[in-house]
């Protein structure tokens, strides 16, 4: 199945720290209740880990929606000790690790006890850039958290953080956009075998930091 194009090309814009400062946190009430209207709303968002050290934040410019009944959700088993995050309300943080060396970080996406959550594949650093190059090893501000594994590596997001309210008061919580989002673009989801043709992957259209195949990201 295609992808939807398009030649605009979003140019970043990074804040000041006392810009970033200001950014409003959005509340549980100002979330969707459905898992694909949360993965779009979701783009453009602020995703924010505030660390002893210093903050660390990004938009966010890439999702994937991963429905009830979805053969390639976590979820589609039931519940278990290592999915009970995904059964949570809507804006709770699940976090696992794949391949023996990756976290992922979701959201949970629908009313308390039904499991569905989004995957947030892709950032645009905004702060905390300097000790994202340290930690991911590159000086290559594209390359920080382009991919969901990097993301999570550059916002130092563990299992720690699993079932954590992102809607809350926590260290790690989601925040309003910094700027108005550019055209959100759709397609199939990435590296999967089971319902592989469902277009459930939004991304913000032309943004140098999304994933994936070029054909899936302009």
């Known amino acids: 199945m295609r992808a939807f194009y398009s030649k605009a090309v979003v140019k970043p ?3 000041t720290d006392k810009q970033m400062k200001r950014i409003r946190r959005i509340r549980r009430s100002g979330l969707p209740h459905d898992t694909v209207e949360l993965a779009r709303f979701l783009i453009g968002k602020t995703i924010v880990h505030d660390l002893p050290r210093g903050r660390l934040s990004g938009r966010i410019v890439e999702t994937e929606g991963y429905l009830p009944g979805d053969a390639a ?11 009970r995050a995904l059964f949570l309300d809507h804006g709770h943080a699940y976090v696992y690790f794949v391949y023996g060396a990756h976290y992922m970080l979701n959201v949970s996406s629908e009313p308390r006890g039904i499991g569905a959550g989004i995957l947030l594949r892709a950032i645009e650093p905004l702060e905390g850039i300097e000790a994202m190059k340290r930690r991911r090893g590159t000086s290559r501000i594209e390359d920080l958290a382009r991919g969901p594994g990097r993301l999570a590596e550059a916002l130092r997001i563990t299992r720690s953080l699993d079932g954590l309210d992102i809607c809350g ?19 199939v ?6 319902d592989a043709g469902r277009l459930l992957r939004f991304y913000e259209r032309g943004n140098p930091f999304v994933s994936g195949p070029k054909r899936l990201r302009i």
């Open 13 to 15: 814009v990074v804040k």
């Open 73 to 83: 959700c976590h979820a589609f088993n039931g519940p278990t000790p290592r999915n």
């Open 169 to 187: 008061h926590g260290p790690l919580w989601l925040g309003a956009p910094v700027r108005p989002t550019g055209p959100i673009g759709v397609s």
């Open 189 to 194: 989801r990435i590296g999967i075998t089971k």
